[in-house]
């Protein structure tokens, strides 16, 4: 079993940024990818960024130039936001998935990203 824990997550002002951090633990040798989805009230949950274990990133077209998404040794990934917009206010969730013949995904529980004046 994979833990997943986000962090960072608060209110800022439009232009703002924010870094989210997401902590995978246990079980995470098999994880191919991490990646971080929003759900905003009303709304289906969307990707916005992942990160794939050999190196690549994708990102959904309404966060490219904005969104960061990175990675470190210790299987922790950030999503750095910058010129934050209020239609980014969303829920958002770190997922650790291990990519095979039988794919398991793995959510935290979610950080509230509210983007306000």
């Known amino acids: 079993q994979v833990q997943v824990v986000e962090s960072g997550g608060g209110l800022v002002q439009p232009g703002g940024s924010l870094r989210l951090s997401c902590a995978a633990s246990g079980s995470i040798s098999s994880v191919n990818v991490m990646g971080w989805y929003r759900q905003a009230p009303g709304k289906e949950r969307e990707l916005v960024a992942a990160i794939f274990s050999g190196g690549g990133t994708n990102y959904a077209d309404s966060v490219k130039g904005r969104f960061t998404i990175s990675r470190d040794a210790k299987n922790t990934v950030y999503l750095q936001m910058n010129s934050l917009k209020p239609e980014d206010t969303a829920v958002y969730y770190c997922?650790?998935?291990?990519?095979?013949?039988?794919?398991?995904?793995?959510w935290g529980q979610g950080t509230q990203v509210t983007v306000s004046s």
């Open positions: 997922k650790a998935s291990t990519i095979g013949f039988i794919p398991y995904h793995y």
